[in-house]
């Protein structure tokens, strides 16, 4: 139910990510009446998404009910409507989701980015994703389930078959989930599966550029490699994958196809897609809205675009910014300060802070602005920037205390196959599959 | 991959619940070689799902790996098998899953209870139960998606329908979920959902006799009744629900009809069932193996049934002992001292130790061997009891914690719409469910 009618402007956010929530808790809301739209009920945590994934850190740990976070004191400073958007409606000023249309004085797309195929749509239904907390619990799942049947399964053949792991893309979120598979394979294994060896698990990381990491320095991509290669990770550098089918991954590479049962796709992103009404579709490369350095949709009047989904290039960023969470998170504040001012002041700089990647659990590569380190510092590093990104004290206790308990002992409460489904009866199969 | 043969006798425990899980813990295993089959890789509490199911704790808190759990210092006491049980073959001496068949020597069957539609299967699929983890996470999931679908729809007789809970059943499960939905309504609703009001909601509670919790005594009955009447639920006793379609109720008392779009089923239980081969089903009343005072199934050599699936009657228990943790726990170290000696002594006997049921956020009732108290005083008891029963500081701390939480904010960041699932290419519908 849209709250009663008010002489302010109604800000409609799409999205409650970095950059959408970051625009909300600056956006004044006397000037404002602020609605949030999202998918989900919660803001997600995308840096740790691996660790829901290689089951080092519960789901529950890095979501955070939108509904507790939009309250400021005793009132809510924006409203909260799960919804997916379908469509905007430039014309008539409205957003309608799944669930109704809602009106907008001024328009706020922070929908961030979803999976990219490039047209190999398909892919979707063969591979496991890693792009939200739902996508995640699904790897999560999947892998355990493969362990445990492999490890009643006395052909070796075939426990091979299972444990056959390809990752695809060597970008920060590919090198993470390989490391963290290769931890499993090398220190896990051994201890919680009896039946198994470290030979039935194989990990493959294919990458089609010549290096790892290749957003970050030269030195950090030498290290991820030697890193990944310690944990037991097979890399395959300059290699794309050009089909998969019948659990068969054939590649550019002349001759070249790889067996893999679970093929984890982190190769590409593209901006979330809507349809639009009354104008033409201000889409440019990569799916992202092309906005001018204001985060101003080009073209359009109180339409904005901030973090992963908005584009701008310029002769600093002549192919556009990354899509990182400082990006979207100083945009985020960004916008909030020109919404309030009413007026535009300079366009949006955008400040680097360095980037990270960790290659394990206790080993991670940083490039800080004028500085590269690696090793166990940086892991360190990692976990502080991490741990301080996380909202509410709660959360930050929790995550620590998960990530000492299992630095210490490699043990984790979190292998749990949990499916919420379980009927056959139902249209759900044991395996948390539907029927059909 | 089972182990390798031994001169030890092979037990075969089929269900790693409160029975099965310690007997394992009791059972000598320099005497045995024991393997576990459960259909989930963990040991679950069912006493607390009804606060899974209410966004109270999170199914992590209260889910405990078997490969941690059977692990005693380096080796692992028992083998952990992943698997849903399909027949057991007495004459051949095996157990088959959806996975593998497995040889025994002895044999326990612990594989407790599920739910029971008393011949109306149909309901399976139109009510929603709270007889696992994965039971309860669809209760929560589909609570909180109702709640916020209710919560952008504008219609008042919609929102009406959208929150239309019904409780079947006054049990102990019944009294406690439908209390934790009274909480929501009469707290959190007007708090956390402001377009939402607490006349939106209503929670009818059914039960077919005429008291609530009417194992336990008068007093804790009649306490309960008014305990859930002060959170706005609308209770109906001596009522029967007769059929249940196009999301109406209708009873057994003539004329009667609710309308419930979200019907919660408590009111019977079963013990799982399997195909038997080699032998006469050895299945008595209410789906239950029937067994001697040793709990060694009737007519059948070295195999055994103990906790909520295994039922014999005396003259102290004519219709059976009751279907309550304390029961399997007794059950499940009296046999494995049984198994460890080699011989039976007397036969068993259960010690009641009283019984409990919350009734909203900080009440209880409780009836110990000789005594009755209800009210906050038996809420600590029964908080301290179940923290006690669960299994790890780590778990005991974090449930605290939430508790703790809860009751000093009435927030939970818990209430987290968590699936598992997105896609609709994948077959996956946006709302969770899977199309066809």
Known sequence: ????????DRVVVIGGGFAGLNLIKHLDDSKFDIILVDRNNFHGFPPLF???ASSGLDPTNIAFPFRRELRSGKHHKAEFHLGEVRSIDVAAKTVTTNLETIPYDRLVIAAGSTNNFFGNDDLLKKVYTLKSTDEAIRIRNEMLDRFERASVE???????????????GGGPAGVEIAGALGEMKRYVIGRDYPTLSPDDVSIILMEGSDRLLRTMSEKSSADALKGLEALMVDIHLNTIMKSYGDDNIVTTTAGDTFYSEMVIWTAGVQGVQFEWKGV??????????????????????????????????????????????????????FLAKILNKGRTDRPFRYKDKGSMATIGRNRAVADLPHYHFSGWAAWV?????????????RSKINVLLNWMWAYFTYNTSLRLLLRGSRYPERGEMWDGTRSK
């Open 1 to 8: 139910m849209a709250s009663t009618t008010s002489s302010r």
């Open 50 to 52: 691996y660790q829901v």
């Open 154 to 168: 006395p052909d070796a053949e075939k426990r091979r078959r299972l444990l056959s792991f390809v990752v695809i």
């Open 280 to 333: 033409d579709k201000p889409v440019g490369g990569g799916g992202r809205i092309v906005t001018d350095g204001y985060c101003r949709v080009d073209g359009l009047k109180n339409v904005y675009a901030i973090g992963d989904i908005g584009i701008h290039t310029s002769d600093d960023a002549p192919r556009g910014l990354p899509q990182l969470a400082q990006v979207a998170i100083q945009q985020g504040k």
């Open 381 to 393: 590093a990692w976990m502080f920037v991490h741990l301080l990104s996380l909202l509410g004290m």
